[in-house]
C-alpha cells in the first residue's frame, strides 16, 4: 500500500528566512510526487511535479522540491519565505493512485 | 489556465435532505475527481470519472453518488444529508490517462457543506 506521511503538521519561519515543507512516501514502484497550496477558504492550487529526470524541480512562487530516493523523501523549499507563503500545504504521491498527506500549515511571521 | 468551477461554495443543508454539487470543467480534460477534505485527514478520494457516464468508486464512496453525462460536468450526490457529512469538498480534473502517467490534475475553489 502506498502512504505519503508530513511529519510537521505546523511550521513557523521569519520572513527572509529559508522555509522547508518535509514529506516522505512510502511506494512499491517509481513514484511521482506531487506539492499544492491552499490559501484559507480556497482550492488546492499545483506548485510542482516530480516526474523524472533531475531530482530538484522548481516550480511556481519560487518554490522548489529535492527528490531524494534513498530516503524516500520529496521536501519542498523556498530560500526566502515571505508573509503571503503562509498557507496549507499539501504532498500528494501517485504509485498509481494519488494519495495525499495531512498537510502542514506554514505561518510566516513578518 | 485551467478552470474547474463549482457552483455552490457555502451550503447548509438539514438532516436527510438530497444535495446535489456541481462542477464544471472548462479543458476538456477526461478525468473528474470529487474529494473530501477535513482537519488532519488530508484529501480522500469519493468518486472519480474517466470518462461521460463512467465512474469509479474511490476511497470513501459510502454516501454518495456521482453523475457524468457531459465531458465537462461531474456531479456529488448525497442521497440522504448526514451530519458526518459536513466537510469541505473539492473537484478536480486531468487529462486522459491515470494519475499514474504524471498528469497534474487541477481543483476547483472548494464547496462548504454543512448539514444540520
Known amino acids: 500500500a502506498q502512504s505519503v506521511a508530513q511529519p510537521e503538521d505546523q511550521v513557523n519561519v521569519a520572513e527572509g528566512n529559508p522555509l522547508t515543507v518535509k514529506c516522505t512516501y512510502s511506494?512499491?514502484?517509481?513514484?511521482?510526487l506531487f506539492w499544492y497550496v491552499q490559501y484559507p477558504n480556497r482550492g488546492l492550487q499545483f506548485l510542482l511535479k516530480?516526474?523524472?529526470?533531475?531530482?530538484l524541480v522548481k516550480g511556481s512562487y519560487g518554490f522548489e522540491a529535492e527528490f531524494n530516493k534513498s530516503q524516500t523523501s520529496f521536501h519542498l523549499k523556498k530560500p526566502s519565505a515571505l508573509v503571503s507563503d503562509s498557507a496549507l500545504y499539501f504532498c500528494?504521491?501517485?504509485?498509481?493512485?494519488?494519495?495525499f498527506g495531512a498537510g502542514t500549515t506554514v505561518t510566516v511571521r513578518a | 489556465d485551467v478552470k474547474v468551477t463549482q457552483s455552490s461554495r457555502y451550503l447548509v443543508k438539514r438532516t436527510g435532505e438530497k444535495v446535489f454539487l456541481e462542477c464544471v470543467q472548462d479543458?476538456?480534460?477526461?478525468?473528474m475527481f470529487w474529494y473530501r477534505q477535513d482537519p488532519g485527514l488530508g484529501l480522500r478520494l469519493i468518486y472519480f470519472s474517466y470518462d461521460v457516464k463512467m465512474k469509479e468508486k474511490g476511497d470513501i464512496p459510502e454516501g454518495y453518488s456521482v453523475s457524468r453525462e457531459k465531458k465537462e460536468r461531474f456531479s456529488l450526490i448525497l442521497e440522504s444529508a448526514s451530519t458526518n457529512q459536513t466537510s469541505m469538498y473539492l473537484c478536480a480534473s486531468s487529462l486522459y490517462g491515470s494519475s499514474s502517467s504524471g498528469n497534474t490534475i487541477y481543483f476547483g475553489e472548494g464547496s462548504w457543506l454543512t448539514v444540520v
Open positions: 479543458m476538456d480534460h477526461e478525468n
Open positions: 511506494v512499491s514502484g517509481n513514484p511521482y
Open positions: 516530480y516526474i523524472t529526470g533531475d531530482n
Open positions: 500528494a504521491v501517485s504509485s498509481p493512485k494519488l494519495s
